[in-house]
């Protein structure tokens, strides 16, 4: 039985010399269709009437949408370049086409590349979503092969950490701690790179009074979804806004929100893990994946990228409010995030500590009595209430060591970064009588 095939290849000669070479000349493959542009071929493929497709480097709007609609639709794709043409082979293995021939292979090569495309097969989406790391198309395998590939240089594999700041909803200072997490971190000498994830409006760019319609992380979310992301790109559009410290600006506006595409996300933070020592990323609140409830099609997930850069981080920090309330949600969003991440295993901080909300008492013995007994958090990290200091610092688009060195606030996220990035904490100087 011959596995029926869809063809969409920009130049028209081309398309109808490969046809009458492939269709019924005993190489297992049956020609169904021929596409007209991209959105025939997507169309077609979701009727179910193909097992694969044979896609020119070319096609016009061709990148990761596109290609994971087909992955959903079950259709395994085989990329077609101009003879020679690196820099096509090597966008469509970026965009996750894993087999790629020559426009002048002999018939029997890529009905070859056909069968083997079917034979290895497509990974099912956990959930009805459209992005191609739900489709399988994205690993960690993949990623390594992307960062390598750049340019034809040899980056070597990527050494570097990402952390992920997530809270539940209430605003309790998850842009705060990252940002605090990410200055201590190149004040220690490390090269640190901060990205502003959050899908419901970012904040960083407007703490450290930088432009907030910047292209910074949407702009490189794009270029990974268009599979032209290379390092130098990404170094470009990060900000170096102090020594060793970069900053991809997120979006300014909550209806921007699908230009954060999870798999664009994950391509990101893949490829940051060479151009930092430490990537922090400032997620959103919400876990849900309700858009599969909304939709019999595949449909992009606004809590997606939180998901995505929850799944990436080498290591998770769950920031709570120090208060009975901010308290009760992170217990809370702690089943959440376990039921929506397994693998996250996060690292407690309690920010605004403050001893007016449990009366007058020790709050810092009380919220650890309250964590070990309704979260079984044995260890967690407090950050003071430092109103002045924060204040000081939004009005003057600077950060704590700027603007207020002795800050308690500012101390103890230092000793939180230091014990990150597995380095000495710095002595505090005690102040001496000239």
Known sequence: MSVPVLTAVAEPAREAALVANLDGNGHGIQVVRRCVDLADLVATAAAGLARAAIVSADLRRLDGDALTRLAVAGVAVVGLVPPGDESAERRLRSLGVSHVVGADAPASVLAEAVLNAVTVGIAAPAYAVGDPMDAGLLSSDWIADFVGDIDGADLGEPTGTVIA?????????????????????????????LVDADVYGGAVAQLLGLLDEAPGLAGACRLANNGSLDSPALAELALLVRPQLRVLTGISRAERWPELRPAALHAVLGLARSLATVTVVDCGFALERDEELSF????????????????????????????????????????????????????????????????????????????????????AHMVPLDIAAFDAAVAAGRTLPEVAKTSPARLAIRDLAASLANVPTPKRRRWRRP
């Open 296 to 379: 019999d099609t595949a449909a992009p997930r606004r809590n997606g990228a939180t998901l995505t850069a929850l799944e990436t981080a080498d290591t998770v920090l769950g920031v709570a409010s120090g208060d009975p309330i901010g308290l009760q949600r992170y217990v809370r969003g702690l089943t959440d995030l376990v039921d929506a991440v397994p693998t996250a295993s996060p690292r407690t901080v309690v920010n605004r500590v403050r001893s007016a909300v449990v009366g007058g008492g020790n709050a810092e013995a009380e919220i650890r009595a309250a964590l070990a007994r309704f979260a079984a958090v044995m260890d």
């Open 165 to 193: 700041v997530w809270g539940p909803t209430g605003a309790p200072g998850r842009t705060s701690v990252a940002l605090g997490v990410a200055v201590e971190l190149a004040e220690l000498g490390v090269d640190t790179l």
